[in-house]
């Protein structure tokens, strides 16, 4: 029970006990009262229980008011922290979304620059180590110091009879020998272009693009020709 209220019940006692202590010793002169009078008589001793109860309901409707008041007040605050921390939490998800979404490049990257480099490994390379020359024939040595390769094929439409000994399969670190037979009585002119077409172990179809700038001599023109065809 509240204070106000314990204290209205106590005030109260006390002012029945003085009317009735009142009533008590004033009771030959009040007894013999008309109905009027004694309408009068509670009328003055109600009143001011009333207006006391009055006063005290207003300080009570008082203390409720700023009861709800802070309430409303702290609810308010929860209210902002709750938006602060929403917010906050919108920014870390925003933060972890870019970050998923860079790791996710980086990965990415990742996949392709070892992809990349498989594929390069994959590849043969292929280095012109000695041969011979006749007035029509020339025969040069190529070996592959790359990545095995197999479903060889010598690519070449040119003035010239150009063939390539190296077998269906060409292994890391095996032979073959290039032959380029003169078809006609004029010289045989440089540069004379090729390609050499295989399959890498990865299952891929490839090709290199060769160039014979002069007798015996075998260059590779672009090894990224090989990894992006």
Request: charged residues 25%; proline residues 3%.
């Amino acid at each position: 029970m509240k204070f106000l209220t314990k204290l209205g019940l106590l005030m109260s006692g006390l002012w029945l006990v003085a009317v009735s202590a009142v009533v008590g010793t004033s009771w030959p002169d009040i007894g013999c009262l008309g109905l009027n009078e004694w309408g009068d008589f509670l009328a003055g001793v109600s009143a001011p229980l009333a207006l006391f109860w009055l006063v005290i309901g207003y300080f009570q409707q008082g203390q409720e008011l700023q009861l709800n008041t802070d309430a409303l007040r702290a609810q308010q605050e929860e209210l902002r922290r709750q938006v602060e921390e929403t917010a906050l939490l919108a920014q870390n998800a925003e933060r972890q979304a870019a970050a998923t979404e860079a790791l996710a490049e980086l990965n990415e990257s990742e996949q392709r620059a070892r992809s990349q480099k498989e594929t390069l490994a994959s590849l043969p390379r292929i280095l012109a180590e000695g041969g011979s020359l006749t007035s029509s024939l020339i025969k040069t040595d190529l070996v592959n110091r790359g990545g095995e390769v197999s479903e060889v094929k010598l690519i070449y439409d040119g003035p010239y009879d150009l063939r390539l000994s190296s077998g269906p399969n060409w292994q890391e670190g095996q032979r073959a020998l290039l032959v380029l037979k003169q078809t006609s009585r004029d010289p045989i002119t440089y540069p004379i272009d090729f390609a050499i077409a295989f399959t890498t172990r990865l299952g891929e179809s490839r090709k290199v693009l060769l160039r014979m700038p002069k007798a015996h001599v075998v260059v590779e023109i672009d090894r990224s020709q090989a990894a992006d065809d």
